[in-house]
């Protein structure tokens, strides 16, 4: 094997007992539990009472898993699961012999996005409306997103799933769970890495910085780069799909790309509308 080659063929779980545990679905609930830990912090830091930290995780939860599966579904698969609406919420697959258990097989980070931003939001009008501004709470909650982005591109690399372009050099990851011989662009660890580096960004600016008081300027910051990375890395990974490499192949951009694009877009326009809004108080 060349040196610049990795063979990468780990085990995607391990059993306690008559369970097995997939390392995917232990990445989210790590995720989760260090987005706890951060969120508690900020509750500490801002004086907020630590009761609210069980339904913001329970609603991140419940918003992030739901809006995950329903984006897979409408935006990548649609065409199948219109056929078999049984499997959108419930993981199994209808057989000959009947139906077999298999876990959910789609998760879209755009659908997750969306149906994160609705959890907050209505976390926000039950616990914090009239308290604090939609803005306050989302930029805070953008701290705690990159570490679970991270952890899931994690998942997707131990899943040999999500996987890269061939390098054409002897560079790369050898996937040989699909059978392979090539080296591909590891691009789930590009992202894992860039999700990482935005993480202790945010973290910085959050505490080291003046700007929390331009209220929206965190959340901005956080989405205009978050899909920045995604629409990036998208151009070293394989389409998901034969349709996507159609839309690739006409127009240079995949599907990914094309729905990152309005997310890039709208950070930037929350940015600006932050600038802007705090000038406009500051000379009052």
């Given at each position: 094997m060349n040196v610049l080659s990795i063979i990468w063929d780990p085990d995607v779980g391990f059993h306690l007992g008559p369970v097995t545990v997939r390392y995917y679905s232990l990445m989210y609930i790590i995720g989760f539990a260090a987005g706890y830990y951060i969120m508690k912090k900020i509750f500490e830091e801002e004086k907020l009472p630590e009761k609210l930290l069980d339904p913001f995780l329970t609603y991140a939860v419940i918003g992030t898993l739901l809006g995950a599966r329903l984006g897979h579904v409408f935006f990548y698969d649609w065409p199948y699961y219109k056929e078999h609406l049984l499997?959108?919420?419930?993981?199994?697959?209808?057989?000959?012999?009947?139906?077999?258990?298999?876990?959910?097989?789609?998760?879209?980070?755009?659908?997750?996005?969306?149906?994160?931003?609705?959890?907050?939001?209505?976390?926000?009008?039950?616990?914090?409306?009239?308290?604090?501004?939609?803005w306050w709470i989302l930029d805070r909650f953008t701290l705690t997103v990159p570490i679970g982005a991270a952890l899931i591109r994690i998942g997707n690399l131990l899943n040999s799933e999500i996987i890269g372009k061939p390098t054409g050099t002897d560079y790369g990851f050898i996937f040989k769970q699909l059978g392979e011989d090539f080296p591909r662009y590891p691009t789930q660890l590009y992202e894992a890495v860039a999700y990482l580096s935005l993480l202790f960004l945010m973290l910085y600016l959050y505490w080291k910085t003046d700007l929390k008081k331009y209220e929206g300027m965190l959340f901005g910051i956080f989405f205009m780069l978050l899909w920045t990375i995604r629409l990036l890395v998208e151009f070293y990974k394989e389409p998901q799909d034969e349709k996507d490499a159609r839309l690739l192949l006409q127009t240079g951009l995949d599907k990914g790309q094309w729905l990152s694009i309005p997310m890039l877009i709208f950070g930037l326009a929350v940015m600006f509308y932050a600038y802007k809004k705090y000038q406009v108080s500051s000379n009052e």
């Open positions: 499997e959108i919420l419930i993981p199994v697959v209808k057989t000959a012999d009947g139906y077999k258990f298999t876990g959910f097989r789609g998760l879209a980070s755009h659908g997750a996005t969306i149906g994160l931003f609705l959890a907050v939001w209505y976390f926000w009008k039950k616990y914090l409306k009239g308290k604090e501004s939609f």
